[in-house]
Nanobody, 117 residues
Framework: QVRLVESGGGLVQPGGSLRLSCAAS????????MSWYRQAPGKARELVAT??????NYTDSVKGRFTISKDNAKSTVYLQMNSLKPEDTAVYYC????????????WGQGTQVTVSS
């Protein structure tokens, strides 16, 4: 029943931009904490950005370049990625913390972002 479906990934040159989308269903999206994670080959999965309530948080490597936002009416969370670098190459995953079930979280299937010239 719970679904998180990412889209918007692809191949882009360094310095370019992409906007990822995550369409959510099956839980109370408006009060859930939503995050984007990424995992590059040979590296651990890392938290990229989080939006909860009216606040956002970013890992240092993407600050000033990435922006997380959400549209409650569309139950969709976005990740706008600008000034992309090769080290941003990874599979990006959408994550939701179940708002009324402590310790429960949901994951999307991931979308590939490749930054290469």
């Amino acid at each position: 029943q719970v679904r998180l479906v990412e889209s918007g990934g692809g191949l882009v040159q360094p310095g370019g931009s992409l906007r990822l989308s995550c369409a959510a269903s099956g839980f109370i999206f408006s009060i859930a904490t939503m995050s984007w994670y990424r995992q590059a080959p040979g590296k651990a999965r890392e938290l990229v950005a989080t939006i909860t309530g009216g606040s956002t948080n970013y890992t240092d490597s993407v600050k000033g370049r990435f922006t997380i936002s959400k549209d409650n009416a569309k139950s969709t969370v976005y990740l706008q990625m600008n000034s992309l670098k090769p080290e941003d190459t990874a599979v990006y995953y959408c994550n939701a913390k179940a708002p009324l079930r402590r310790g429960v979280e949901y994951w999307g299937q991931g979308t590939q972002v490749t930054v290469s010239s």
